[in-house]
Each structure stands twice: as C-alpha cells, then as structure tokens.
C-alpha cells in the first residue's frame, strides 16, 4: 500500500461511511489511536506523521464493527484488502 494523502483519505471514508467520527486529536495513546465504543467515535493522535496515520488505520479498521452496506464499492473492495491481509497476519 502506498503512503499517499489519498489512501489516508480512502482509510478516512471507510471509518466515516459507517457512521463513526474520525478526530485528529492530542493526547499519549499508547497505539495512535483510542476508540469511544459507545459513541462510535474513533480519536486518532495527531502528532502522527503520515505514515504513521495510514498505519494506525489499517490497525484500526479490523477491529471496528463495520457494516459493509454502508460502504461504497470502492471502500468494500479497500476493506476487503485489509481484512484478507490482517487475517493472513494472524495465521
């Protein structure tokens, strides 16, 4: 995957196409990021360089309750990829 501003912003719309709000925010999160269940709000530290950021999302992006009928073709096919990849990361 390449470390672009546009894959960030692909990450971004994955997470916000399923109705979570994406926050840039300071703070020492051990991960670069925390997630407020309740809310469905994700906060991620904004001290993070980009890659850094595209990291920390595609961390995240599994471990989120995302509906895929909520996604566009684009961000099924996107989160299918990380999901493929994070699953074979386990084995």
Do not use: W
């Not at 703070?27 to 469905?40: A, D, H, V």
């Not at 992006?61 to 909520?70: H, N």
């Amino acid at each position: 995957m390449k470390y672009t501003q546009t894959t960030l912003d692909k990450l971004e719309s994955i997470v916000e196409e399923t109705g979570y709000v994406l926050r840039y925010e300071r703070g020492t999160f051990q991960s670069g990021y925390c997630i407020l269940e309740e809310r469905k709000v994700v906060v991620l530290n904004k001290f993070l360089q980009l890659e850094g950021r595209i990291n920390t999302m595609l961390d995240l992006i599994p471990q989120l309750d995302i509906s895929t009928e909520l996604l566009t073709d684009e961000s099924k096919k996107l989160h299918a990829n990380i999901l493929s990849k994070f699953h074979a990361e386990e084995k």
